[in-house]
């Protein structure tokens, strides 16, 4: 540990990495000096964000991620997470409802990486789940942006109408629908007045994601 002061560079995620293994060995006290200066002298992990905006997430209760969101030490600030990259999953009906499903990759500067899958359905409804991925265990709660930090959700959808949508644009004959909601897109969302519509070549419409416009920030608020 005395070669640590001498070291001004490490990054948070190997001091917070030093300090898991001191405390798998019993090693409490060592463990605490580790984590201690992670968060004192660390360096952040470099991220390749795509969006500005730094989200937090320490308003998750769920003590399965607490390692990822909640503050190192009592009284100091949490790992805050940038937007890193997103994907489309898949689209589909549910109870007679439009619903596009995606996922969004989040990366902390203390180098822990969770995902927001989210889903969004024709009538602007959104819902969302917080899930991490360790060692093939899959981590999942239901999530809602706290209403302290409006900003957050309020960002969240700005990613998606400025950042994730003109990306879906640009490669969206890749995207294309489900052969469930086939008859759907069809017969509710018109090419000519709608630029989020396609058909490729052999009349397979793409995934529609003109509603993300509609997405209310206050449905994306927990306590609304």
Same mark, same amino acid.
């Given at each position: 540990?005395?070669?640590?002061?001498?070291?001004?560079?490490?990054?948070?995620?190997?001091?917070?990495?030093?300090?898991?293994?001191?405390?798998?060995?019993?090693?409490?006290?060592?463990?605490?000096?580790?984590?201690? /200066?992670?968060?004192?002298?660390?360096?952040?992990? #470099?991220?390749?964000?795509?969006? #500005?905006?730094?989200?937090?997430?320490? /308003?998750?209760?769920?003590?399965?991620? +607490?390692?990822?969101?909640?503050?190192?030490?009592?009284?100091?600030? #949490?790992?805050?997470?940038?937007?890193?990259?997103?994907?489309?999953?898949?689209?589909?009906?549910?109870?007679?409802?439009?619903?596009?499903?995606? +996922?969004?990759?989040?990366?902390?500067?203390?180098?822990?990486?969770?995902?927001?899958?989210?889903?969004?359905?024709?009538?602007?409804?959104?819902?969302?789940?917080?899930?991490?991925?360790?060692?093939?265990?899959?981590?999942?709660?239901?999530?809602?942006?706290?209403?302290?930090?409006?900003?957050?959700?309020?960002?969240?959808?700005?990613?998606?109408?400025?950042?994730?949508?003109?990306?879906?644009?640009?490669?969206?004959?890749?995207?294309?629908?489900?052969? +469930?909601?086939?008859?759907?897109?069809?017969?509710?969302?018109?090419?000519?007045?709608?630029?989020?519509?396609?058909?490729?070549?052999?009349?397979?419409? +793409?995934?529609?994601?003109?509603?993300?416009?509609?997405?209310?920030?206050?449905?994306?608020?927990?306590?609304?």
């Amino acid at each position: 540990m005395k070669h640590i002061k001498h070291i001004n560079e490490l990054l948070r995620s190997t001091l917070v990495s030093a300090s898991n293994k001191a405390r798998s060995y019993e090693q409490k006290a060592k463990s605490g000096r580790f984590i201690k /200066h992670a968060v004192e002298k660390g360096e952040n992990v #470099p991220v390749d964000r795509i969006f #500005p905006h730094a989200f937090t997430f320490n /308003h998750v209760t769920d003590v399965r991620f +607490s390692d990822y969101v909640q503050p190192y030490i009592p009284g100091t600030e #949490p790992p805050y997470f940038y937007i890193t990259d997103w994907e489309i999953k898949h689209d589909g009906l549910k109870n007679k409802a439009y619903v596009v499903m995606f +996922s969004v990759e989040l990366k902390s500067n203390y180098g822990k990486t969770i995902f927001l899958e989210c889903e969004i359905y024709d009538n602007g409804q959104f819902k969302c789940w917080l899930k991490t991925y360790n060692n093939q265990i899959v981590e999942s709660t239901y999530f809602k942006f706290s209403s302290e930090k409006r900003k957050d959700a309020v960002q969240f959808k700005k990613f998606l109408l400025e950042d994730l949508t003109p990306e879906f644009l640009e490669d969206i004959e890749d995207f294309r629908c489900s052969e +469930s909601t086939f008859d759907y897109i069809l017969d509710n969302f018109s090419a000519d007045h709608d630029k989020f519509f396609y058909m490729d070549g052999d009349g397979i419409p +793409s995934i529609y994601i003109g509603f993300i416009k509609d997405i209310k920030i206050n449905d994306m608020i927990k306590d609304y």
